[in-house]
């Protein structure tokens, strides 16, 4: 646990917290060289998969700024795309729900369908079978016969009484019918046991589904994580050794897990047998109850390491968690790809403009922003 | 009420350059660039990484007004190189960093659990 460089750590006190910011850049320690470099970059980097399951991907990501590590969680929350349903045509509501709460409702079922089969949605665009997928959604409640007299149980007594998200069903339009592998894997609910509404004999719904792929900055039907979470890595030091008769309170102030007990090495019986030594920081919640406690207050040094972040993905069921991650990268380098390319047009426009037909009347307002200086 | 359409917060608009530049007349080797459509995640990414540049004496962003989707970015350098080079270095910076990122990603998983994340719908309509 020691071997991590002071420098590296957010210090935590009673009250309050020090150290926050980074301080590895040119010009803070004097005499010292910071400048970035790729290759001593690549050598601290370290990405290590600790968990994954069909739903959650747990990760460390070592070695990179803070604002690298918030650009990927805003982005695994708001910019990577999915599909949802977003427009609602109703034949037919006679259930005890609006159409329009009905609407909404719909929109939040997540939809199992790779982003990548349709083209994004641009605003005023017409509905076709390159970016439009279309559910149909039939469901009608009738009375069972048969059922005793003193059945209570909806479910029992009547045929349909609720609607669940499985009774979407996918209605391909257009080409969609004819590719293979949408025929293979097809377009479907991520859980078939949502309950949209409930129903009674006599009421039925029949709607039409459109379906469109934007992003969760649109609107959060869109965002593909139940949501993603980073935290910092906690780091305890025991700077003065606990005395053996605090060792079970100094145990109790720290998540389970975190302090164990071990016999010292090269003690026999006697004092100082036993020792407690920090087992799994991973596990603290960084509670600082020791801080409580007026014996042990000064034994501890708590703090982060700065640039260790334990992320928590949680898929929301459109892609599995561990396709997640390699989206939200791609929509980080295109959006950096975006400004650098933007760049280059302000900083050589006449190279764009011989490689351009007439009609530059783009370049030419370009030429023009140019010349406007303060 | 008075919320842009939310498609607009990440749209350019007809006629709309991305990036501004502004050059600052009374320090030296300073400009102001004003980039429009994106917010804070591309902008703390960018000044942060400018800050590790030994050329850069000055960075920092803001974001004007949440409402208005857009940020500005001060530079000021040594002199041995303009600030738009600058930022321009620093997109490639960040280009490399992520690919990094993205290799070590691909190491720790096998090959075939990657391809079922990123394949490809070949045949996809229009």
Redesign the interface.
Known sequence: MDEIDPRRLVQIHPERISHVSST????HWPGE????D?AA??NN?????QRLTPSTLD?D?VG?????A??LR??LIA?VETIAVEKVFIWQNTSVMQDEVLAARLGLVPLRI?P????SWV?DATA????TISFQLQVSCTRRPNVSRDETDPSVLYENSAVYSSSMLWQPV???AA????LADPPAVAAPDIVLVKLRPGQEVHAELHCVKA?G???AKWSPVATATYRLMPHIRIVKPIPERLHATFMQAFSPGVIGRRRTEGKKAGEGEWEVYVKDPRKDTVSRNVFLHPELKDCVKLGRVRDHFLFTLESAGQ??P??????A?AV??R??????E???E??HPTALEEEEEAGGKADA??EG??D??? | MNALPRFELFTLGDGEKMIEVVEDTKIPNAATIRVLKQDHTLANMIRGYMLKNPKVLFAGYKVPHPLEPAFILKIQTDGSATPVEVLQETCNTLIALITKVKGKLGEQFTQKELEVGLEEPFGAPG
Not at chain 1, 335 to 340: D, G
């Open positions: 590895d850049y040119p010009g060289d910071h400048t970035w790729l970059f690549r980097l370290r990405l290590d998969i990760f990501l990179v700024d803070a604002s690298i918030n650009a805003r982005i910019e790779h990548g089969r349709l083209e605003p076709t079978d390159a970016n257009g080409q969609q590719l293979p592998d949408w992003c900055r649109e609107h892609m599995p561990q396709a997640l991650l390699p989206e990268i980080l380098r959006k950096i790809r975006v400004v650098s933007a760049l280059e302000l900083m307002a370009e922003a140019m406007v200086d303060a």
